[in-house]
């Protein structure tokens, strides 16, 4: 096959591609890419088993014809070219279904291996129960606000996902590692005629984060039956498989009983807590919450380090001592984008919501921080 393109779509597809590949296989249908010619149209599918990504993109060409290439090789390639428009032509050689794949440009030519043998078929997926559509940087919001939350504990198959719970106009992303958890509600017209939940893999996820350009709607398609999803964006399509296990309840774990509220400079506070843990032993910070302010510390005792801030804030109860892992409030703080935000607290031993305060787009975020245990 022979068609002709500039080098920076190309790349950019490839390298869309290769995230749908593991970082080490044996197999060589699971670390290619496979490349489809008909006509103006060049397809490029990738798949490691349980994630398929095919995309394609326009191209000179009235030619036709199927190659496989391995796809780190090609990504490396290409991404390391000037831009340009190129030649890229396949030519038999004496091995069975072995060919030759050449690049040729107005500076030089370079060649890689190919093949041109059976490989893995887009994957196609009968009936869904459920789809929607989303804008696109909706959809990344979703997956920035809840992937960091999803747990990477294999022990906890059902965690290593985000839960999308989908009604009729409502879809509710969830993730936790069963010590912080966020929930993240929007209003949206669905074809569900009643709740429908899935857990997609953070790992699907992310590939679909990272996907996502400009404010293109994506059509996620969901088989429970089959136990896939699939999202179109563009000329993009992502199937993976569902994590076919059952999500805890996670609104059993949220406390109705947070009669204690602090509200808080998230910014403020989000450099206080980076600036203080440097100097924990474990990775806590203590917060001393009173009516008007609040201290931020940490020590080190075996390095005879310690550190303390005190910010304002609004409190109207009694002082509390609270301890946190600071990187789950770090992190948490970072994922808001309100100017203030609320703590929810009861004792020193319950969990505590964090909300956005005084931002209406954000009333439908919530995260859950379990405290730790401090030494007094």
């Given at each position: 096959m022979k068609f002709t393109s500039s080098i920076k779509p190309l790349s950019e597809a490839v390298s869309n591609a290769v995230l749908a590949l593991p970082p080490k296989a044996t197999d060589f249908r699971y670390e290619s890419i496979t490349m489809t010619l008909e006509k103006k149209t060049l397809?490029?599918?990738?798949?490691?088993?349980?994630v398929s990504f095919t995309t394609s993109i326009v191209v000179e060409s009235g030619d036709k014809g199927t190659v496989a290439l391995s796809a780190k090789r090609l990504q490396d390639i290409l991404r390391n070219m000037y831009d340009a428009v190129a030649e890229f032509k396949t030519e038999k050689k004496d091995g069975e279904g072995e060919v030759s794949f050449s690049i040729k440009t107005d500076r030089g030519s370079y060649r890689i291996a190919g093949s041109i043998s059976k490989s893995e078929k887009e994957e196609k997926i009968g009936n869904f129960d459920v789809e929607f559509s989303i804008a696109g940087n909706e959809l990344k919001k979703i997956a920035d606000t809840t992937l960091f939350a999803a747990s990477t504990d294999s022990m906890r198959p059902a965690m290593m996902?985000?839960?999308?719970?989908?009604?009729p106009s409502e879809l509710r992303a969830v993730s936790t590692d069963g010590h912080r958890l966020v929930r993240l509600i929007k209003p949206l017209e669905t074809t569900a005629t009643d709740k429908v939940k899935a857990i997609v893999p953070a790992r699907v996820l992310s590939i679909v984060q990272k996907s996502l350009s400009g404010d293109d709607d994506v059509k996620v398609s969901i088989s429970t039956k089959e136990s896939k999803v699939q999202f179109v964006i563009g000329a993009t399509k992502?199937?993976?498989?569902?994590i076919a296990e059952n999500y805890p309840n996670y609104e059993a774990v949220i406390p109705l009983e947070n009669d204690k509220q602090m509200i808080?400079?998230?910014?403020?506070m989000l450099g206080a807590v980076k600036r203080v843990a440097r100097f924990s032993?474990?990775?806590d910070v203590r917060f001393q919450i009173e009516p008007k302010e609040i201290r931020i510390s940490a020590e080190n005792a075996d390095e005879g380090s310690a550190a303390e801030e005190t910010l304002p804030c609004e409190?109207?109860?009694e002082n509390l001592l609270i301890g946190f892992n600071a990187k789950f409030i770090e992190d948490a703080l970072s994922h808001v984008e309100a100017e203030e935000v609320k703590f929810e607290l009861s004792t020193p031993t319950r969990a505590t919501i964090i909300k956005p305060h005084g931002d209406e787009k954000n009333d439908n975020l919530l995260m859950l921080v379990m405290p730790v245990r401090i030494n007094v």
């Open positions: 397809s490029l599918f990738a798949t490691d088993g349980d996902g985000v839960l999308l719970e989908i009604q992502i199937v993976a498989g569902l808080i400079n998230r910014t403020n032993s474990r990775g409190f109207k109860n």
